[in-house]
């Protein structure tokens, strides 16, 4: 497995701005699809956008046009930028790599919360 270091959350106004960082200790970074995941109190982890190596994003219906997932295949980093945040955003965010064989990693979580 590969290890996954976030950083970047936060305590943050409705309406404001976060950016979230991820490092991977891989060096075979090109091959693992990588992604940013949620999980809020009492609910279950739940998907907030995914990027294959080759650049191409997916984003959960609650984020779009909202957050923004890159990567930097050089520097083993996924990145999530987070604008127009809202109260309902405020959840443990867990960095998440996937190999192509199916394999997954996860980081330890990032706190960001959103007050109203």
């Known amino acids: 497995q590969v290890q996954l270091v976030e950083s970047g959350g936060g305590l943050v106004q409705a309406g404001g701005s976060l950016r979230l960082s991820c490092a991977a200790s891989?060096?075979?970074?090109?091959?693992?699809?990588m992604g940013w995941f949620r999980q809020a109190p009492g609910k279950e982890r739940e998907l907030v956008a995914l990027i294959i190596a080759a650049g191409k994003t997916t984003y959960a219906d609650s984020v779009k046009g909202r957050f923004s997932i890159s990567r930097d295949n050089a520097k083993r980093t996924v990145s999530l930028i987070m604008n127009s945040l809202k109260p309902e955003d405020t959840a443990v965010y867990y960095c998440?790599?996937?190999?192509?064989?199916?394999?997954?990693?996860w980081g330890q979580g990032t706190q960001v919360t959103v007050s109203s």
């Open positions: 998440h790599a996937r190999r192509i064989d199916g394999t997954i990693s």
């Open positions: 891989t060096i075979r970074f090109n091959i693992y699809t």
